[in-house]
């Protein structure tokens, strides 16, 4: 099994910056995509950054110049850097990761529970 971890968010104002991590544990052989997806209240769950195993990234156009992924391998942590944060960043933000455990052939989704993110004056 593989556990996610997020920690970093909180009540930041607008124009602010927050710094999100993710700490993958258990026992794991390897992790391919880690993805942050958030979801506001009343809203149906979406994308917001994705990073490859090899580095590459992608975003959604809301967040695009704004906010950076980026992943420790060693650590088996991803991180989402968020500047100039508006109310409509507000949400709860989630990790995914996709990953191999050790004895398995099989890669398996797994998702942390989520932290608030709340931009507001």
């Known amino acids: 099994q593989v556990q996610l971890v997020e920690s970093g968010g909180g009540l930041v104002q607008p124009g602010g910056s927050l710094r999100l991590s993710c700490a993958a544990s258990g026992s794991i052989f390897s992790i391919n995509y880690m993805r942050w997806y958030r979801q506001a209240p009343g809203k149906q769950r979406e994308l917001v950054a994705g990073?490859?195993?090899?580095?590459?990234?992608n975003y959604a156009d809301s967040v695009k110049g704004r906010f950076i992924i980026s992943r420790d391998n060693a650590k088996n942590t991803v991180y989402l850097q968020m500047n100039s944060l508006k109310s409509e960043d507000t949400a709860v933000y989630y990790c995914?990761?996709?990953?191999?455990?050790?004895?398995?052939?099989?890669?398996?989704?797994?998702w942390g529970t989520g932290t608030l993110v709340t931009v507001s004056e």
């Open positions: 990073i490859a195993g090899g580095g590459s990234t």
């Open positions: 995914f990761a996709d990953a191999l455990t050790k004895g398995s052939t099989i890669w398996r989704a797994y």
